[in-house]
Nanobody, 124 residues
Framework: QVQLVESGGGLVQAGDSLRLSCAASERTRSRYAMGWFRQAPGKEREFVATINWSGGATYYAGSVKGRFTISRDYAKNTVYLQMNSLKPEDTAVYYC?????????????????WGQGTQVTVSS
């Protein structure tokens, strides 16, 4: 069982930056892909970004590509989501997720463990 705890959310203005963190309860380098998802009020949870177990591959949703960067620090057992040039439409609860796989996936059903989420609010 992997426990994930997100942090770093908050209220910012459009154009600002935030860095979200996801701390894992155990080593996730051993074939765990990590992902970030988000869910806005009244909408379904959607894929944001993913990084494979080795950190050698990443993939982003079109809406965030070029603005968000996912990375992982194995020494700290933590995954990050650097969010730049934030827009009001980025407002959502952001969730971290872990999947035991050597590949990557963009679907919520493909992930085995989830964090509790952290709120990001971007004002215009």
């Amino acid at each position: 069982q992997v426990q994930l705890v997100e942090s770093g959310g908050g209220l910012v203005q459009a154009g600002d930056s935030l860095r979200l963190s996801c701390a894992a309860s155990e080593r996730t380098r051993s074939r765990y892909a990590m992902g970030w998802f988000r869910q806005a009020p009244g909408k379904e949870r959607e894929f944001v970004a993913t990084i494979n177990w080795s950190g050698g591959a990443t993939y982003y949703a079109g809406s965030v590509k070029g603005r968000f960067t996912i990375s992982r620090d194995y020494a700290k057992n933590t995954v990050y989501l650097q969010m730049n040039s934030l827009k009001p439409e980025d407002t959502a609860v952001y969730y971290c997720a872990a999947q035991y796989t050597t590949g990557m996936t963009t679907t919520t059903g493909g992930y085995d463990f989830w964090g509790q989420g952290t709120q990001v609010t971007v004002s215009s």
